[in-house]
């Protein structure tokens, strides 16, 4: 089983549409968890982070922990273009926290 | 706004060659860390430091690879032998904590692009 996995897309909405991106993790004890964007050839962007179950809402993501089912959404309200990229789901692990990654889903939000 | 710069941004080696990636971590950061991304795979923890030495390896980093923190400011990896497969893009990170939690995360640099023939 993967530590943290996600189904790779692309996924396709038109502008304007709400995104969902899903992530499932392995592992029990993880506590933090995050979501990165990333654009070709670039460096992961940090966007948003959650720690606790429930939802937590930054502008138009909003990303959704449910610890007991390990699972952990990113929802992208009003998507356009410039959203197109590919997001990573992240969860912390071990004593120096280091993040592991999934591979990524790629979004695809069409004008 | 502070952030981690990577230099260089393109290497280009032949397979053997000894390489040295270079970061400057955020000034007021503790905790260090390389990650590499193969391309089209994920992003891939390599090594975390802290008080000037390896705090978690990962398996990758075999005894090819080294970090060292050879001053105030600068973070290295160096691999000792490149091989083809060591071909990828290597970002540095670093948080002021390690703490990952609301107040502080890891923040990535730019990436550098290696490419080993």
């Known amino acids: 089983q993967k530590e943290v996995e996600q189904n790779s897309g692309p996924l396709s909405v038109p502008e304007g549409a709400i995104a969902s991106l899903n992530c499932t993790y392995s592992?029990?004890?993880?506590?933090?968890f995050f979501w990165y964007r990333q654009y070709s050839g670039k460096s992961p962007e940090l966007i948003m982070s959650?720690?606790?179950?429930g939802d937590k809402e930054d502008g138009r993501f909003t990303a959704q922990l449910n610890k007991a089912s390990q699972y952990v959404s990113l929802l992208i309200r009003d998507s356009q273009p410039s959203d197109s990229a590919t997001y990573l789901c992240?969860?912390?692990?071990?004593?120096?926290?280091?993040?592991?990654f999934g591979t990524g889903t790629l979004l695809a939000v069409q004008p | 706004e502070p952030e981690v710069t990577q230099t260089p941004s393109h290497q280009v080696t032949q397979m053997g060659q000894e390489v040295i990636l270079r970061c400057v971590p955020i000034?007021?950061?503790?905790?260090f860390y390389w990650y590499r991304q193969i391309l089209g795979q994920k992003v891939e923890f390599l090594v975390s430091?802290?008080?000037?030495?390896?705090?978690?390896k990962s398996e990758i980093f075999d005894d090819q690879f080294s970090v060292e923190r050879p001053d105030g400011s600068n973070f290295t990896l160096k691999i000792r032998s490149t091989k083809l497969e060591d071909s990828a893009m290597y970002f540095c990170?670093?948080?002021?904590?390690?703490?990952?939690?609301?107040?502080?995360?890891?923040?990535f640099g730019p990436g550098t692009r290696l490419t080993v023939l």
């Open positions: 959650i720690y606790s179950n």
């Open positions: 430091f802290y008080n000037n030495e390896i705090s978690e």
């Open positions: 990170a670093s948080s002021r904590t390690g703490i990952l939690s609301s107040t502080d995360t890891q923040y």
């Open positions: 992240a969860v912390e692990r071990g004593a120096t926290n280091k993040l592991i």
């Open positions: 592992d029990r004890v993880s506590q933090s």
């Open positions: 000034s007021n950061h503790l905790y």
